[in-house]
């Protein structure tokens, strides 16, 4: 089994920063694809970023490339999320996920980000 939990999230003026985390326990984390999505009110969980198991393949959404950077520490086995520039569309719940096979098939609870003046 794998257990996610992502922390870091809060409340933050337009033009801040934030920096997501996400402590994977369980099924081996080296060697797996993660992701973070979010989900926004009344919107779908869309995909924001995504990074290799040797952390050199990432990738980012239209909406956060340049602006936001994923990273992870596979000796910590966690995941982080730096949100930078941050603006009122980016306010959502952030979900950390893990893929096993060609599946997300692992989930947190998820971390609030507000954005707001």
């Known amino acids: 089994q794998v257990h996610l939990v992502e922390s870091g999230g809060g409340l933050v003026q337009p033009g801040g920063s934030l920096r997501l985390s996400c402590a994977a326990s369980?099924?081996?984390?080296?060697?797996?694809?993660m992701g973070w999505f979010r989900q926004a009110p009344g919107k779908e969980r869309e995909p924001v970023a995504s990074i290799g198991p040797n952390a050199y393949h990432v990738s980012y959404s239209d909406a956060v490339k340049g602006r936001f950077a994923i990273s992870r520490d596979s000796a910590k086995k966690t995941m982080y999320l730096q949100m930078n520039n941050l603006t009122t569309e980016d306010a959502a719940v952030y979900y950390c996920?893990?893929?096993?096979?060609?599946?997300?098939?692992?989930w947190g609870q998820g971390t609030q980000v507000t954005v707001s003046s």
């Open positions: 996920a893990q893929k096993y096979g060609s599946a997300w098939a692992y």
């Open positions: 369980g099924r081996t984390f080296r060697t797996d694809i």
